[in-house]
């Protein structure tokens, strides 16, 4: 199984920083790797495919970048709105497997 | 626009079986995998398996000997088994259609239902 981690596990940030949230895959992934963005009491949304491609729907604030076993999600320019919690998962080989989150608080 | 919604008993006792239907509505259930995961403080988000119409399924190894996933091609529904319940099993349940894009290549799970919180407690 593929253990996926994140870090950090909190960011502390002010609206309008840009941040930068990071993914490890304990063995390539190539570039099979999704992220999704979780609101308070909602489901998890398709945020990145394809380890770089924005889903619909979502600013281009959002970028994403990585291959192998290191990848990179980056908010430009924090909105209220991005304050969530950010899950990265592996497709590559089964199980699928999710990191933990990384939760974007509020400074 | 394919929205999900999971039902089923929101308490469940320890050692019973834990029976969710997952009802798809706005599109076919063909041409996708239809996922289960689940969301616990202690596990996160844990993905337990996908089915398709015709009924293949990939099942994640650390649970499969307790799950189960079926398809009902008729009603547009995807169901999960889950056996022997115990108290680490409490959580929100969710189903979620797996999505191939072909350019950019790449898939995710999109969209997802609201999730069900069940209880494993006597």
């Known amino acids: 199984e593929v253990v996926v981690t994140q870090s950090p596990d909190i960011m502390s940030v002010s609206p309008g920083e840009r941040v930068t949230l990071f993914c490890r895959a304990s063995?390539?992934?190539?570039?099979?790797l999704a992220w999704y963005q979780q609101k308070p009491g909602q489901a998890p949304r398709l945020l990145i495919y394809g380890a770089s491609t924005r889903a619909t729907g979502f600013p281009a604030r959002f970028s994403a970048s990585g291959s192998g076993t290191d990848f990179s999600l980056t908010i430009s320019s924090l909105q209220s709105e991005d304050f969530a919690v950010y899950y990265c998962q592996q497709y590559d080989s089964w199980p699928y497997t999710f990191g933990q989150g990384t939760k974007l608080e509020i400074k | 626009q394919v929205q999900l919604q999971e039902s089923g008993p929101g308490l469940v006792k320890p050692s019973e079986t834990l029976s969710l239907t997952c009802s798809v509505s706005g599109g076919s259930i063909r041409d996708y995998y239809w996922s289960w995961i689940r969301q616990s403080p202690a596990k996160g988000l844990e993905w337990f398996g996908c089915?398709?119409?015709?009924?293949?399924?990939h099942y994640n190894p650390s649970l499969r000997s307790r799950v189960t996933i079926l398809v009902d091609t008729s009603r547009n529904q995807v169901s999960l088994s889950l056996r022997s319940v115990t108290a680490a099993d409490t959580a929100i349940y969710y189903c979620?259609?797996?999505?191939?894009?072909?350019?950019?290549?790449?898939?995710?799970?999109?969209?997802w239902g609201q999730g069900t919180l069940v209880t494993v407690s006597s």
């Open positions: 979620a259609r797996g999505v191939w894009f072909a350019d950019p290549r790449g898939w995710g799970l999109d969209p």
């Open positions: 089915i398709n119409y015709s009924g293949t399924t």
């Open positions: 063995q390539s992934v190539k570039g099979d």
